[in-house]
């Protein structure tokens, strides 16, 4: 049986990578999406993979960093399929640079997009989620590099760190309301934003540093935020889901 059958969800940054695992993972549970990014055409292949799966789907362009794009995010979320259930703040992005050189202006944007565009996701999700009061789930997808300091990612590790603490504040906020909020922190996981970051070499490298032999898929995150999102997660909240193949453990493979 589909575990979210008819429930409504709201993924940012939903057009690629681990947004749209989480979408599509979502949807094959029987839930509705709304795909958020930045541009409306970007979600388009993703709102079509869920019409494929007999779920109704929405695309809806929005800056996660601008209250007023947001605002206007539930709003159609709203008129469109008339609730809202589940809430995925997933959109972020990185600009990688020592914190000796880091540009104020590039530290500034990181931090109005990963770790201000997630606070506006979930106060102004979590306002309606209140005023439906019929509980609900929040997702906050954070990251390991919340806890480990990853040189050249200051500011993404800044907001990462602030997000996961977010959650856990909004959840201790929240239980009263019968609204689940937790976090998922991902490992080193094979997404095009990675992808800008290292080339397959590169990235065949690091797999040599996960315990489980390779990088994590898209899929594994979203089955992780769907079974967050349902009934059997009722009792779990406040809490990290760390999905890493054992990355935090810091071991390497035994070379052959
Ligand atoms: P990605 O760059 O492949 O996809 C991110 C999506 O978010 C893009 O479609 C982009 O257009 C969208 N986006 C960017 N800024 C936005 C904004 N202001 N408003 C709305 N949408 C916006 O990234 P990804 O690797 O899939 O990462 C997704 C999430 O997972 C992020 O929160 C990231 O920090 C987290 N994460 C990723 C990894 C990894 O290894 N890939 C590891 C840990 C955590």
Redesign the pocket.
């Known amino acids: 049986m589909q575990s979210l059958l008819g429930k409504v969800a709201v993924v940012?940054?939903?057009?690629?990578?681990?947004?749209?695992?989480i979408a599509l993972c979502l949807a094959q549970e029987g839930a509705n999406i709304v795909v958020?990014?930045?541009?409306a055409v970007?979600s388009r292949g993703v709102v079509l993979e869920i019409e494929q799966m007999a779920q109704l789907a929405l695309a809806f362009e929005?800056?996660?960093?601008d209250r007023g794009q947001v605002t206007a995010l539930y709003e159609a979320a709203l008129s469109h399929f008339g609730r809202l259930d589940i809430i995925v703040a997933?959109?972020?992005?990185?600009i990688r640079e020592p914190v000796l050189d880091a540009n104020w202006q590039n530290v500034l944007r990181t931090l109005e997009?990963?770790q201000f565009?997630v606070f506006h996701t979930c106060q102004l999700g979590a306002q309606q989620l209140v005023k439906q009061g019929k509980g609900g789930k929040i997702l906050i997808?954070?990251?390991?590099?919340a806890e480990i300091p990853m040189p050249t990612s200051a500011a993404?590790n800044m907001a990462?760190a602030a997000i996961s603490h977010l959650g856990r504040t909004m959840a201790a906020e929240l239980a009263c309301h019968r609204i689940n909020v937790n976090i998922i922190?991902?490992?080193?996981?094979?997404?095009?934003?990675?992808r800008?970051f290292a080339s397959e070499e590169q990235l065949q490298q690091a797999s040599q540093n996960i315990p489980w032999g390779r990088?994590?898929t898209?899929h594994a995150?979203g089955r992780a935020v769907a079974y967050l999102a349902s009934e059997d997660a009722d009792y779990i909240t406040g809490t990290t889901l760390v999905v890493d193949g054992g990355y935090r453990m810091g071991m390497r493979l035994p070379s052959d």
């Open positions: 940012t940054g939903g057009a690629r990578g681990i947004g749209r695992g958020n990014d930045l541009r970007d929005a800056d996660v960093s997933n959109a972020a992005i990185s997009v990963s565009g997808v954070s990251s390991i590099l993404y990462k922190a991902p490992g080193h996981i094979d997404t095009p934003g990675e800008q990088l994590g898209a995150i």
